[in-house]
């Protein structure tokens, strides 16, 4: 079987937020109107990983001591669930 490319990349956003927060999040962003471009949908898909499985397995979590705290980070996995690069930055961004 040949090798997926890059371009059969998808885009996924996981939170250890419960789902129902995750709507409100997705509300609020499609609610934007950036530099009077009008709103835009949004249509990839939002994982609620509230038991933090996923989180836990790539090492997402920040600290051992806090799962509560928001985690703010971007992982690239390609096809083959080789991890590409990650970058975590400042909750206040």
Known sequence: MPRPCWS???LLVVSTDILCQHESWKAAL???NYMDRG???IHFPLVADDDH????KYGMLQTKNSISQNIRGVYIIDPENT???IQFYPNEV
């Open 8 to 10: 059969s990349s998808r």
């Open 30 to 32: 499609e609610g934007v």
């Open 39 to 41: 709103p835009a949908k």
């Open 53 to 56: 499985e996923v989180s836990r």
């Open 83 to 85: 991890i590409r690069l």
